[in-house]
């Protein structure tokens, strides 16, 4: 099974809305990544965030971490038609060096 | 840099062929994944290379599957025969150190097997 899920599976907004998603693990980890993918395109790295790490930002990208529910948001602020992709979090189980990806969370984004 | 490299970026094959996938990961990356994603199961892991070295095949599908990585610039990816479920976008993707940090991941090969 995944070490990681997303949620939602799919997420419709407005340009300008905020896009939030959701990811939820099963075993401590070293650290979780999320990335990007957009149709027909490989995966994009977006950011990473360490197990002792409660929150990142880049941009107007904000991670969050919590380890007591073993969980991850990542909240894309003021989205645009461009943000529309495909997230996936990714995280590394404590004592692996391999990233386990998740099912991916669709994001539209409409003008 | 131009990234990871992928090629074909395209294939269309029939039944029984063999099919071999390429990958050129980022120059100084020690770490390099096999990846392959359909709609139905996602993104799945098929092997992980470091240092040139097979440390986990534990998600190639089965012996049909084989892949190398002669040197650190390139490795292949090889199907033989090729069955229609084999049909998906194979990823090839790269890290530094043990593989644990961000993956680059190339355009993948988006293969379908008739």
């Known amino acids: 099974s995944q070490q990681g899920e997303e949620d939602p599976q799919a997420l419709s907004i407005q340009e300008g809305e905020n896009a939030t998603m959701n990811c939820s693990y099963k075993t401590s980890i070293n650290n979780l990544q999320w990335y990007r993918q957009n149709s027909g395109r490989g995966l994009v790295h977006l950011i990473l965030?360490?197990?002792?790490?409660r929150e990142k930002h880049s941009g107007r990208l904000r991670v969050t971490l919590d380890t007591s529910k073993k969980s991850s948001s990542l909240l894309i602020t003021a989205s645009r038609a461009a943000d529309t992709a495909s997230y996936f979090c990714?995280?590394?189980?404590?004592?692996?060096?391999?990233?386990?990806f998740g099912r991916g969370t669709s994001l539209i984004v409409h003008p | 840099d131009a990234g990871v490299i992928q090629s074909p970026r395209h294939e269309v094959t029939e039944m029984g062929q063999e099919v071999t996938l390429r990958c050129k990961p980022i120059s100084g990356h020690n770490s390099l994944f096999w990846y392959r994603q359909t709609m139905m199961r996602g993104l799945e892991l098929l092997i992980y290379f470091n240092n040139n070295v097979p440390i986990d095949d534990s998600g190639m599908p089965e012996d049909r599957f084989s892949a190398k990585m002669p040197n650190a610039s390139f490795s292949t990816l090889k199907i033989q025969p090729s069955e229609p479920r084999d049909s998906a976008v194979y990823f090839c993707a790269s890290s530094v150190g043990q593989g644990e940090e961000t993956q680059y991941f190339g355009p993948g090969t988006r293969l379908l097997v008739l």
């Open positions: 990714a995280s590394t189980p404590g004592g692996s060096y391999i990233p386990t």
């Open positions: 965030i360490r197990s002792n790490e």
